[in-house]
């Protein structure tokens, strides 16, 4: 078997765990995938930048930038050259936000138009909706093709549902919108939908990201005390995974949530029925 199949078998394990919220395997599929390759074929190979893509996206949702910045960076090079999409995601979509992280707009910009390119060029779906999605999470004007694929996500949802993962993102996309717009209960209503059918899907780390969404919409719309109790077990969970980017990355509406979640842990106005979220968490996701 060649390096290259190898650790693709090991990233496609990776990428399965990583769905199901096993960070722990994930981490070291990825890992793996990506020593092999170093050891195998070298730092710069191929098999080295695509597994490193994978395991710098995971790396920045636990929170550790530098070192998924330079394993994206690396991975950015590949350009159209990265194959399957999944590497893509990464290499675009969360190279970008990164970007967007340090305050170089202009490096996250061009990522963004690059992948919306490489979606075009090569009919990947997928990768088209994350790019417009990073852009609308950034303020960034998405463009007309954007519109009319979601318009047509937004026909097809009561047929589909949350049917593929490009709905699912397309979705998110849309509810944001919604969000941007003040309309604050189309957007609750419409998450809400998200959230119940994937909570029957067995698809956690989806649902995990839905149910922030949810909370972002409901301290939006001026229901904390909802929001409060939607995202406080999601926080525990991502706690317990070793994710604070997912929490983070729901913006200041959440982190701004969380922040008056730990008030209240700290001055005694706690819900005896609610999980205690540890408060090196909360400095972690919401930093000073």
């Given amino acids: 078997m060649s390096v290259l199949n190898a650790s693709a078998i090991a990233c496609f394990a990776g990428i399965a765990a990583n769905e199901l919220l096993d960070i722990t395997a994930a981490e070291g599929h990825f890992r793996a995938a990506w020593n092999l390759a170093v050891a195998s074929v070298g ?18 949702q636990e929170g550790t930038i530098d070192e998924a910045e330079r394993l994206l960076d ?16 990464a290499s675009y979509g969360t190279g970008a936000r990164i970007k967007v992280l340090r305050g170089d707009m202009p490096a996250a910009v061009q990522r963004l138009d690059e992948g919306a390119d490489t979606a075009r060029k090569l009919s990947l779906p997928r990768l088209a909706a994350r790019i417009d999605n990073e852009r609308i999470r950034c303020g960034v004007e998405s463009g007309i093709e954007f519109r009319t694929r979601t318009e047509k996500s937004t026909s097809e949802h009561q047929r589909a549902a ?63 005390a909802d929001a409060k109790q939607v995202l406080i077990p999601v926080a ?53």
């Fill in 43 to 60: 730092v710069h190979s191929y098999a080295a930048q695509l597994s490193g893509a994978l395991l710098g996206d995971l790396l920045y």
């Fill in 162 to 224: 949350i049917g593929t993962r490009t709905t699912e993102i397309d979705e998110d996309s849309q509810i944001r919108l919604l969000l941007a717009a003040h309309a604050y209960d189309h957007a609750c209503a419409r998450v809400e939908a998200v959230v119940r059918t994937l909570d029957t899907a067995r698809r956690p780390r989806a649902l995990l990201e839905a149910r922030i969404l949810h909370a972002r919409c409901l301290a939006a719309s001026g229901r904390v």
């Fill in 236 to 288: 525990v969970d991502c706690a317990e995974y070793g994710l604070p980017r997912l929490v983070a990355d729901g913006g200041e509406p959440v982190t701004g949530l969380l922040t008056e979640i730990a008030d209240d842990q700290r001055h005694g106005r706690w819900q005896p029925e609610w999980p205690s979220i540890p408060a090196s968490f909360i400095a972690q996701t919401c930093p000073s």
């Fill in 74 to 89: 690396a991975s950015y090079r590949l350009g159209a050259e990265g194959g399957v999409v999944d590497f893509m995601l």
